[in-house]
């Protein structure tokens, strides 16, 4: 009955030693696959927060640009030919908005826009 006990004493802690020696030799080696699939979602995450953030500051610009400063000749740079207009006084391309919004600036040379919230 002893000899069984200590057995399994004896069992039990060689189990413990490899599960610990083997936790050890992963964090040792950088071979722990939680960490780096959490610190690759991190780099992911950073990469997508900076896009974002250039991304607003790209649409600020050209806001500011054109609709406050009335700078057209900045709207090559953001829209392309083949622009979609969402406005319906406006047709679709690129020449048509600038047209568009150079006949305005004129009729209206203090029209301004503000931004309220960048999401």
């Known amino acids: 009955m002893k000899l069984e006990k200590s057995l399994i004493v004896i069992i ?3 189990f413990i030693l490899g599960i610990v020696s083997t936790l050890i ?12 699939i959490k610190s690759e979602n991190v780099a992911s995450v950073s990469k997508e927060v900076k896009e974002n953030e250039k991304n607003k500051k790209m ?3 050209f806001y500011n640009e054109v609709f406050n400063k009335h700078n ?7 829209v392309s030919e083949d ?3 969402h406005n319906p006084f406006v ?7 600038m047209d568009f919004f150079k006949e305005d600036f004129v009729k209206n ?6 931004i309220k919230r960048v999401v």
Request: charged share 20%.
């Open 59 to 61: 649409v600020v610009d």
């Open 25 to 36: 030799f992963q964090a040792s080696t950088g071979n722990n696959k939680g960490n780096s």
């Open 91 to 97: 047709a679709d391309g690129r020449k048509a908005f």
């Open 83 to 85: 622009y979609k207009q």
């Open 12 to 14: 039990i802690s060689v």
């Open 109 to 114: 040379p203090n029209s301004s826009a503000e």
């Open 72 to 78: 057209i000749d900045i709207i090559p740079k953001y």
